[in-house]
């Protein structure tokens, strides 16, 4: 259930997604493909912004005297047709005097009558004018900044100015991609994504890949994925298969796989070219004395060592001998430059582990500086895509080009990604592995290409919001709200709608007038997709409800059982901690679920014919608890205690279709991803963030496992005379104001009116 409307919409819905915020009952979602607003609600498209307002006051109890509300609904039609002044000033005096001794306009409360007439005025610029330059319409002025000072207002304003800022960096992106590359030529475009072979994939490698990639195709050119395979001790050949893997997770395939190691040879006799040239020397200075001296722009010993003796002490490294491990080759470009990068960088070194693909055939390895532009060149890559954290070697990789006489290459720079309580350092994620925190490198709560995949991020959300990054140059830790937000709208045309109703104390309700045998619909699976199938639903005259809505039940209330029709609550039986054991309702066909506040879902009492699937419902918070970790940091000082989730629970049988990795929307409870069967025999489902704040929010006071045991049918009893209470995942604190009452005093900006009936 959702609005969707454009910012450009005219005139602007302001009551309408206003009352969408201030119910909660309904999402917002900003599509700029649309002219008109629209609201979704329970199977039904609605167009117009007073239709919008008054069902979703209905909805949330807000639509208030019925008689005055109409008036003024009709009242806010006549707002956008006035021009004439004194009509409008008619208009502001008569609401400025009905406001005089009132805060809303229809009784003690916020009704639709106060949201319709703000949005009314809102979209008014002769209305707003007059409020805010004269000073005759105090009181009026006075409602309106109240209205405009509530919370869920602010919320709704803010939401609005965010997806105009989208719609203006969306804007921006496309002109970016637009301008392309530089010195492109359609056809003769060549990229090259170069990972090293020594860890999984994570979701920062997927926006280098995807615009290596995105480029290619732009121009109907190639990309090739090349191992960057310079150092044995880090690398491992079963790595290159898992990021192959990875890749295809992402609908990446290169148009041909290489590797650096090979153009071993070329590039050795490179580096000897370089050394006769002068322009590269051997240096045996202690790595951090030449660390030391780099940073202080002090020149090496041995940087003017004759040609001879560089060659030499070179085929000694090559030899791998206890003297040739001794020294390095450098590049001889400059001593003090203010670009560190470009103070005579290490272009090889000895290694004498053996390479995974050219065994113990070479014992000096080039450093991933001196092979990238090489192997470059000598591919034919056209553009090489790099991170903006490698801007200061840029001239470093254009010097290596010039000085070895080879074919130039163009540089493109983009901004590399990363996310508050995220972590992309290869080694700080091995510790939660090595350490048993994390299941592997496939954890939901990791952000490599598994982990965000297995979470149920689909690759068009992912390529979409790479792609909405654009040529930005800043360096930002991203909130996940907005990954998961496209996502969402990737999954939710799709994804099939199933029941699931939560083990812990639910209830058994009885239903008069049900069916005396069970009875089977066919019904879709998505009420406005019908291409995604349908789904068998059992009726039976005992059905199965979630406490947390039992609970919520007034005596003689008529609720909406889903997929169903209406039904009124006769009787409620609680139990001594206050409850709900079981309830009675009488069916209630005839009645109007657009009149009733509560729509929910419920499972029918489980049969040998019919039973129910027993399911694992799992929800995981950040791995670390600081939004960005420093250098200094310890980050087993910043581990979330508990960071995963299960909750047992009843799904419908249709679930038994699924396969792996199928998305899914339990309704009222949010999308799931289907993990497959654990060993218990139980389904498990993964909730997708949906991109709201609260689903974003650290659950660090919630119980880390919840397992509880299927509820049997209650018997017969009598209510409890306690109330209920309801249960809270949340710690117990003490007061901090002690036991005795305290007078709430509440923050306004509305000046004290003295209470007219006192």
Not at 151 to 167: D, V
Request: proline share 5%; net charge negative.
């Amino acid at each position: 259930m959702s609005i969707t409307l454009s910012t450009k919409t005219s005139p602007f819905p302001y009551a309408s997604i206003a009352i969408a915020t201030y119910t909660q009952k309904v999402d917002i979602n900003y599509d700029e493909s649309v002219d008109a607003v629209t609201l979704d609600f329970e199977g039904s498209q609605i167009s117009a912004n007073d239709e919008i307002v008054a069902v979703l006051a209905n909805a949330g109890g807000l639509a208030g005297d019925s008689v005055k509300t109409a008036a003024y609904f009709e009242l806010a039609k006549t707002v956008p047709t006035l021009t004439a002044i004194p009509d409008i000033l008619a208009l502001l005096d008569s609401l400025d005097n009905h406001l005089a001794y009132r805060t809303f306009l229809v009784g003690h409360d916020i009704t639709a009558a106060d949201f319709i007439i703000w949005g009314s005025i809102k979209v008014a610029p002769k209305f707003i004018g007059f409020l805010k330059n004269g000073q005759q319409h105090v009181h009026l002025l006075r409602w309106m900044s109240h209205i405009e000072s509530l919370e869920s207002i602010q919320a709704a304003l803010a939401s609005l100015t965010a997806a105009k800022a989208n719609k203006a960096r969306s804007n921006k992106t496309a002109a970016g991609f637009a301008l392309g590359l530089q010195n492109a030529k359609e056809g003769q475009v060549v990229t090259r994504f170069p990972p090293e072979p020594s860890g999984y994939l994570h979701i920062g490698h997927a926006k280098a890949a995807m615009l290596n990639q995105y480029f290619a195709k732009m121009y109907n050119g190639k990309m090739i994925i090349r191992f960057d395979d310079t150092n044995p001790t880090k690398e491992r050949a079963e790595f290159e298969e898992t990021i192959l893997q990875d890749l295809e997770l992402l609908n990446i395939r290169g148009d041909k796989i290489t590797h650096t190691s090979d153009y071993f040879d070329q590039i050795y006799e490179l580096a000897i070219q370089i050394i006769k040239s002068g322009k590269a020397y051997a240096d045996d200075t202690e790595q951090l004395q030449m660390r030391e001296e780099r940073g202080k722009g002090v020149a090496s010993a041995h940087r003017d060592d004759s040609v001879a003796d560089n060659l030499r002490h070179f085929e000694e490294m090559k030899t791998g001998s206890p003297e040739g491990v001794r020294w390095c080759i450098r590049a001889k470009i400059s001593v003090d430059n203010q670009n560190k990068a470009l103070r005579d960088p290490v272009i090889y070194r000895c290694n004498l582990i053996p390479h995974h693909r050219t065994g113990d055939k070479w014992k000096i390895y080039p450093t991933y500086d001196f092979a990238c532009p090489i192997v470059d060149s000598l591919e034919g890559v056209s553009h090489a895509l790099r991170t903006n954290e490698y801007r200061e070697r840029n001239a470093q990789y254009q010097w290596m080009i010039k000085a070895l006489g080879m074919r130039g290459v163009d540089i493109w720079d983009f901004s590399r990604l990363s996310f508050i309580y995220t972590l992309l350092s290869k080694r700080k994620l091995h510790w939660f592995v090595d350490n048993g925190i994390v299941g592997g490198w496939d954890d939901p709560r990791f952000p490599t290409i598994r982990g965000i995949r297995r979470r149920g991020l689909t690759v068009d959300a992912l390529s979409q919001f790479m792609l909405a990054q654009g040529p930005s140059q800043a360096i930002v830790s991203l909130e996940w709200d907005m990954i998961w937000a496209i996502n969402k709208k990737v999954i939710d045309p799709v994804a099939p709608r199933f029941w699931a109703i939560v083990k812990q104390n639910s209830v058994f309700v009885t239903i008069n007038g049900g069916p005396s045998a069970p009875e089977v619909k066919t019904l879709p699976r998505h009420k406005k997709n019908p291409d995604v199938g349908e789904k068998r639903t059992i009726f039976t005259s005992t059905i199965l409800v979630e406490q947390e809505d039992a609970i919520s039940f007034d005596d003689q209330e008529e609720i909406t059982l889903m997929d169903w029709g209406n039904a009124i609550v006769r009787s409620k039986t609680t139990g001594p901690s206050g409850d709900v054991t079981s309830l009675t309702m009488d069916l209630h066909l005839e009645g109007d679920f657009r009149k009733t506040k509560k729509k929910i879902t419920w499972l029918a009492q489980p049969s040998n014919d019919y039973p129910l699937v027993d399911v694992t419902l799992l929800d995981y918070d950040y791995l670390i608890t600081k939004k960005k970790l420093e250098e200094t940091d310890d980050i087993k000082d910043f581990v979330t205690p508990v960071s995963e989730f299960r909750e047992e629970a009843f799904a419908d049988a249709n679930v038994s279709t699924l396969t792996k990795g199928d998305i899914i929307q339990f309704e009222r409870k949010g999308y799931f991803i289907f993990d497959g069967t654990a060993e218990d025999g139980k389904l498990e489902f993964i909730r997708i963030p949906d991109g709201r704040a609260a689903n974003l929010a650290s659950k660090a006071g919630k119980p880390g496992v919840v397992t509880v045991e299927a509820p049997v049918p209650p018997p017969s009893g009598t209510t409890a005379d306690a109330g209920p209470v309801p249960s809270s995942a949340m710690y117990k604190v003490e007061k901090i104001y002690g036991e005795e009452p305290v007078k709430p005093v509440s923050t306004t900006k509305m000046y004290t009116v003295a209470n007219v009936y006192e």
